[in-house]
């Protein structure tokens, strides 16, 4: 099976501008979660979507927002983006149940200047 | 709420000498344990995982990890360390978070070093 793939991997951006990140899971795998990583605060969980639905969120404001579709690709979005946003954006999939692991994407890597 | 806590963000080892990194939770609920290890510019790959049906968990490229739950604690070891084993290294709960979810916590990471 394809691994997570998270596009672009890459990203610089201007304090205020928007960004759309995307993520494809694993066939087969209806929860999708993301996660944003920085030196400073290490990984921390943004939102989880199962079969559409946002199931869980992180303590993040507004700013962060996402959506999943029927095919279970993901996007996250980040409006009006501050200096602080400039952090690796790791997309992980999952069956969904309890005890399943979650497979990582290779991350976008976003800089705002 | 749960919480994890790696001791050391570094930790040296000569090639060959054991790996142990140290891993102690906080849950209120019987937990679900992982490791994973990211090498630079990459994502996370699950070493190994504990939910439950054996204390003590092998895992990928020879790491191991002993689950504690009168220490509350997930140490992870390797007998022999190789070159490739340089990385950062993570531990993380998940634990139920409402409406079906279970949501990753993380450590904050331990840098292994692999000292030729």
């Known amino acids: 099976k394809a691994g997570v793939t998270q596009t672009p991997r890459y990203l610089i951006k201007t304090r205020g501008q928007q960004v759309t990140l995307s993520c494809s899971p694993i066939?087969?795998?209806?929860?999708v979660s993301w996660y944003q990583q920085t030196p400073g605060q290490g990984l921390q969980f943004l939102f989880e979507?199962?079969?559409?639905?946002?199931?869980n969120k992180g303590n993040f404001p507004g700013r962060f927002s996402g959506r999943q579709f029927s095919n279970s690709r993901s996007e996250m979005n980040v409006s009006t983006l501050e200096l602080g946003d400039s952090a690796l954006y790791l997309c992980?999939?999952?069956?969904?149940?309890?005890?399943?692991?979650?497979?990582f994407g290779p991350g976008t890597r976003l800089t705002v200047t | 709420a749960q919480s994890v806590t790696q001791l050391g963000s570094h930790v040296s080892v000569s090639e060959g000498a054991l790996v142990l990194l140290r891993c102690n939770y906080s849950?209120?609920?019987?937990?679900?344990l992982f490791w994973y290890v990211q090498y630079p510019n990459q994502g996370l790959q699950l070493l190994l995982k504990y939910t439950s049906a054996a204390t003590l968990v092998k895992g990928i490229n020879g790491f191991e990890a002993e689950f504690k739950k009168s220490e509350t604690s997930f140490h992870l070891t390797k007998p022999s360390a190789h070159m490739s084993d340089a990385a950062e290294y993570f531990c993380?709960?998940?634990?139920?978070?409402?409406?079906?979810?279970?949501?990753?916590?993380f450590g904050k990471g331990t840098k292994l070093s692999v000292i030729p």
């Open positions: 993380a709960v998940t634990s139920p978070s409402g409406a079906g979810s279970y949501q990753l916590t």
């Open positions: 992980a999939s999952s069956p969904g149940g309890a005890g399943y692991e979650q497979y």
């Open positions: 979507y199962f079969s559409e639905t946002q199931r």
């Open positions: 066939s087969g795998h209806r929860s």
């Open positions: 849950s209120s609920v019987p937990p679900y």
